[in-house]
């Protein structure tokens, strides 16, 4: 098979060599996926090029004998090996059964046979020099160019499964299976006169060694690929042992902004680098070889995490594979149900009790009218029960519809809702200075209500006048209490239970003021209201809850009202004292439309 020439000698020594180095490389990678069958196919070139070698030297007819039949060995499991590699390499190990794998190993030993014995020439004519193939020649090279065909087809089909892979990988496997094609083709047609069959699929073992034990992602990519759908919404990583990104589908390129195709083969650290709480959840999810699930927020984002071991057909762990859902809507749906919930137990606590109070003072005036001469003196109190009852329901109300979050807000100006809202309470000799002109996202009509809210509580119980004062005194001295609702709509009233009606009560003159809150920056995050009054009561920090009222006829619903305007705005607020010594309730969270500018107004 060998006509001529050192150079001949020398390629086939030289693939020889390679073949036994690439042999001794595979051993060491005996673990991974594929790597058993295509060292098998390494060994068998390998002794199909030592067999055209030794052929090349020798003369006696017993040893060429024996050579051919190596020579055809080597050739028969070639072949035979390379479909089993690919089938490995593939993920379809389910075909290779006991039967299938002994039909397959019966072709190369019977074509060693064949060639040893050579009956009549059926398998060639003459293997001294040249030769001329015989119907069992022509018979196995079907076979042959079978089994090549089947495998380039499976690898072509691998390789558009896991399109994503590295593209240094995509070519190896991709020159690997042309080059057996193209050295057998350069042969058949004649463009050589040596057998460059067995160089080609030494080139092709040595690409396929590339794909695996360069890029290491034979272990995961056939197993976890057809878990992973491209039109998914969630974001789908499949990630090794050795942590290295194996494939994401599109969603998860939309998660990390960073996340190409270069991203496939790198370390997962390096791609949440700069996000402790990422690689926190990463480490803790691949410390046990368990199916998990996690929830965790980043930012205003909250994620559910679902981490899959992913084992091969052996049972060996070979990798993770992570789906990753945005869950934030979700969550704040949640939310607001359990806002809604907690609404509900409190209108009921409302009705039970607060409702209770007014109807039990009215039917006790009403039974004492039934029995009373002159009914008509008992007539005004049971008249201002029912006014109580009506003032409680409509305070009920409020806090119901101002509860509802905010799906639509626009731009709104602090000076002049805070303006609008200071037209609509009798504030008497009292000022308001709006010290900004902060544009933010909200709703007008609520924030309108907010600012109400806060100045009504300022100027009707922010007085520091001597007898406001001895009545907050009482107060603070044992006389707060959670006292059924009136109409104003106050959840901090700085006065004392007294028998006087809301007409007596003269407004205080106050100073307010209205102003943007800034960061260090100077950049605006929220705004304020604050006045010169007497400031909170001790127990401030309850100012907020529903009910709490230091005042007799106070509903205690003004800042509950406050909190879930903010509170449906996606703000929080803060009370505390203001630098003249009064109350000041702060709204942070805002989202800003216009920058702050200087002092607009003072009225």
């Known amino acids: 098979m060998i006509q001529g020439s050192d150079p001949i000698f020398l390629i086939y020594i030289l693939s020889a060599l390679v073949s036994g180095a690439l042999a001794v490389i595979l051993w060491q990678h005996r673990g991974k996926t594929g790597v058993i069958p295509l060292l098998g196919t390494v060994l068998a070139v390998g002794v199909w090029d030592v067999s055209l070698v030794l052929l090349y030297g020798v003369d006696h007819p017993l040893a060429i004998t024996v050579l051919t039949g ?49 009956p009549s020439n059926l398998l060639f004519e003459s293997f001294n020099g040249a030769f001329n193939p015989g119907p069992l020649l ?103 042992t050795g942590d290295r990104i194996i494939d994401i589908n599109p969603a998860a390129r939309d998660l990390f902004e960073d996340a190409d195709r270069a991203v496939i ?26 199916e998990s699930e996690r929830e965790f927020s980043l930012d205003t984002v909250a994620f559910h995490v679902r981490s899959t071991p992913i084992e091969d057909s052996r049972d060996r762990h070979v990798g993770w594979l992570l789906i990753i859902r945005d869950i934030t809507e979700r969550i704040r749906h949640e939310e607001r149900l ?42 005004d109190e049971i008249e201002r029960s029912h006014d109580r009852m009506e003032t409680i ?50 709703d007008s009509d609520r924030v309108v209500r907010l600012f109400e809210n806060l100045f009504r509580n300022a100027v009707e119980h922010g007085s520091t006048s001597p007898d406001s004062q001895a009545r907050q005194d009482a107060v603070e001295h044992g006389s707060t209490s959670r006292s059924e609702p009136d109409g104003s709509e106050d959840a901090i009233e700085h006065g004392i239970p007294d028998e006087r009606n809301e007409d007596d009560v003269t407004a205080a003159s106050l100073a307010v003021d ?18 010169d009054g007497r400031g909170l009561p001790e127990g401030g920090e309850r100012v907020f809850e529903d009910g709490y009222s230091t005042a007799q006829d106070g509903t205690g619903f003004g800042l509950s009202i406050v909190r879930g305007i903010a509170t449906a705005h996606g703000w929080s607020v803060e009370a505390g004292e203001s630098d003249t010594g009064g109350a000041k309730f702060e709204f942070l969270g805002i989202e800003v439309a216009v920058p702050d500018e200087p002092e607009r107004t003072v009225r």
């Open 338 to 379: 359990e806002q809604q919930n907690e609404r509900l137990e409190q209108f009921a606590n409302i009705v039970s009790h607060d409702l209770r109070n007014p109807l039990n003072v009215a039917d006790g005036y009403l039974d004492l009218a039934r029995e009373a001469d002159d009914p008509v003196q008992y007539f």
């Open 70 to 118: 190596t020579l055809f060995l080597g050739v028969g499991f070639a072949t035979m090996t390379f479909l089993v590699f690919t089938l490995v390499y593939t993920g379809r190990e389910q075909f290779l059964t006991t039967p299938i794998l002994a039909v397959l190993s019966a072709e190369p030993i019977l074509l060693a046979v064949l060639a040893v014995v050579n």
């Open 138 to 240: 022509w018979i196995h090279l079907g076979y042959a160019y079978l089994v090549l065909g089947l495998v380039t087809v499976l690898i072509f089909g691998f390789l558009y499964r896991s399109r994503s892979l590295y593209k240094g990988q995509s070519a190896a496997l991709l020159a690997g299976t042309l080059a057996t094609w193209i050295a057998n083709g350069v042969y058949v047609a004649g463009f050589v006169e040596f057998d460059t069959s067995p160089i080609g699929f030494v080139v092709a073992g040595s690409l396929y060694a590339v794909a695996i034990v360069r890029y290491r992602l034979a272990d995961v990519v056939p197993i976890a690929r057809d878990r992973v759908i491209d039109t998914v919404t969630d974001a789908v990583f499949v990630v090794d």
């Open 393 to 442: 329901i409509e305070d009920v109300l409020a806090l119901a519809r101002e509860g509802s979050a905010v799906t639509d807000p626009e731009p709104v100006s602090l000076a002049d809702l805070s303006e609008r809202a200071w037209e609509n309470v009798d504030t008497g000799d009292s000022t308001l200075s709006v010290a900004s002109e902060l544009t933010f996202f909200g």
């Open 265 to 290: 083969g790198t370390d997962v650290h390096s791609l949440v680098d700069g996000y402790p709480v990422l690689e926190e959840q990463y480490d803790e999810i691949t410390t046990a070889l368990v």
């Open 514 to 531: 209205v102003g943007a809150v800034t960061s260090d920056s100077g950049d605006p995050v929220g705004f304020y209201v604050a006045d």
